[in-house]
């Protein structure tokens, strides 16, 4: 930018992580190992070269191809290099494997903040590869079939040739669970699967949604005469034939559009069973706590993203006579945008460190009221945004409308609102002592407005069945919003801790800068590192 021209460009050419002193200073204390290595990694992301990417990742999306040039049928789903080039940068940082790879202390830390990082810069290649990490526990309980794949899981190279399994040297995992006349409710599975002479399962039927289709396998929900079952389907069969699943389409998405979704149909399709017949609800829900963490992580990594463009162009665009970033009213709503994120940073790192410890209050409990708060807030904090921006963030050319586009994919994927809701009320029904070992924990908090919250979420869990369901929400909202404020006065500095406590407590809504920010300037200047 020029003085006269008053015009800024996007925040682009440096460094995420350097730029970030909370998200430093929280691997230095959790992670030590993965500084340097991811200091790395958020210069390559920051970089001019990777917002490229990105855009054109975006622009040019993925096309279905049926047929080849004779007529056979091959479903092949062509991608812009770019999007391989983003998934071999992903993939190159440990980030789909290591977790389960190695056991070095602070590994989950290390693994969100990678993908926070990446997720600040494309959000759709998030995709396949949160559901091949989230695949790898699942099957590793059936070590027929995770012996001949684990060093593809593990593997830290991109192969995007389009082979039978064992030719490549890594691979990606795609689901198809959703049906159009059940969505949510898996219960009501059509695609059946007929055990075969060999014991494997010839699958017939259709998924309305089916995440990233060109992947290597899929795991697939259908119906046995035992119940809902889940399998193992790859794009070939063990003889290398292509398997029998006809892609119909690419959905036309709001966002996600570098990332593939397809409309199947299964003929008779080869698969594995994973699990024990008619239990494919249960071993899904078990995957889905991994795919739920990370759509925490990619909301708080839109929430990152979308703050930082604000702030900047906030810091060089001058308006009646004065910066935006010097304006008293502006530097309400940043802080308010500065604190939504930095919480939702420091949840994500406690998420992962009780996914590495399996504390079940914060893998079974916290893990679904954090995706619908955080996963909500990412929707209105891109919206916010935008509107700081103006025009320039509304327009196709820069990268907000990108974000905001792609914010309610986490709410809605892998279980939307009030499904998150009610699975916190049935964390609570299964484990009480937990929930209320966790209460117990925030209403310590030296902070009375969190005390209090704590205390009325506790009588409320303890109180009559029947008057729990209608405010699920309202449990969720609560326990993240402790959660945060305990994070913060714990680990962030007294003034954001201050802050998100007077402004998260007050009763004066959701509307973001409505309350006085205390110390807002100061706030805005450690959010965001020259």
């Known amino acids: 930018m020029t003085a006269s021209d008053n015009l800024v460009d996007e925040w682009v050419g440096r460094n995420l992580l350097a730029t970030d002193p909370a998200l430093l200073a929280a691997l230095r204390a959790q992670a030590p190992q993965a500084v340097e290595p991811l200091t790395r990694y958020g210069a390559e992301l920051g970089s001019d070269e990777t917002a490229q990417l990105a855009r054109d990742a975006n622009r040019h999306g993925p096309v279905l191809r049926q047929l080849d040039a004779r007529g056979r049928r091959i ?10 080039a983003l998934l071999a940068l992903y993939r190159r940082q440990g980030l789909v494997g290591d977790v389960y790879a190695t056991d070095t202390p602070g590994r989950w830390a290390a693994f969100a903040a990678g993908c926070y990082l990446h997720g600040q810069v494309e959000a759709g290649s998030l995709c396949p590869a949160t559901m091949t990490q989230a695949a790898i526990p699942v099957l590793q309980k059936q070590p027929e079939l995770f012996a001949p794949l684990r060093e593809r899981f593990f593997s830290r190279e991109h192969d995007p040739r389009d082979l039978p399994l064992a030719d490549k040297a890594s691979i990606w995992v795609g ?9 949510s409710d898996l219960r009501r599975v059509q695609t059946t699967a007929v055990e075969q002479a060999d014991g494997s399962y ?13 992947s290597d396998a899929h795991l697939v929900l259908a119906r046995t005469d035992a119940g809902p079952t889940c399998f193992w389907l790859p794009r070939h069969t063990p003889d290398g034939a292509r398997n029998a699943v006809q892609v119909m389409r690419l959905k036309d998405k709001l966002g996600n559009r570098s990332n593939a979704s397809g409309e199947v149909e299964f003929h008779g399709a080869w698969a594995q069973r994973l699990g024990d017949e008619g239990r494919g609800i249960p071993t899904l829900i078990e995957m889905a706590g991994y795919t739920r963490l990370n759509c925490v992580i990619g909301s708080a990594a839109l929430l990152r993203a979308g703050f930082v463009q604000a702030l900047h162009n906030a810091r060089e665009r001058s308006a009646f006579g004065r910066l935006l970033a010097e304006q008293p009213l502006m530097q309400t709503v940043l802080a308010d945008l500065a604190l939504e994120s930095e919480a939702a940073m420091r949840l994500m790192l406690r998420l992962a460190r009780g996914f590495e410890h399996a504390e079940p209050g914060w893998q079974r409990l916290m893990t679904p009221a954090a995706k619908l708060w955080v996963c909500k807030r990412a929707i209105e904090c891109s919206g916010e945004a935008m509107e700081l921006l103006g025009g320039n963030g509304y327009v196709e050319d820069g990268v907000l409308a990108r ?3 792609e914010a309610p994919v986490n709410s809605i994927w892998e279980g939307s609102g009030n499904v ?3 699975d916190v009320l049935r964390a609570v029904a299964r484990e009480p002592d937990v929930a209320l070992a966790l209460l117990d924990g925030f209403a310590a908090s030296p902070d009375a407005p969190v005390k209090a919250e704590a205390r009325a979420l506790r009588q409320l869990l303890t109180g009559a069945p029947a008057a729990l369901e209608p405010q699920a929400r309202r449990v969720a909202q609560g326990l993240v919003l402790c959660a945060q404020a305990l994070l913060m006065r714990e680990q962030s500095s007294t003034a954001a801790a201050d802050a998100f406590v007077a402004t998260r407590f007050g009763g004066d809504g959701r509307l973001l800068g409505t309350t006085a920010v205390p110390q807002a300037a100061q706030i805005l200047d450690a959010a965001l590192s020259a």
Do not use: C, N
């Open 75 to 84: 479903d092949a789903v062509d991608f812009h290099p770019s999007w391989h």
């Open 175 to 183: 689901m198809g669970m959703t049906e159009k006349q059940g969505g």
């Open 202 to 214: 010839a699958i017939s039927g259709h998924k309305w949604f089916f995440s990233a289709p060109g």
């Open 403 to 405: 974000l905001y586009r």
């Open 420 to 422: 998150m809701a009610l």
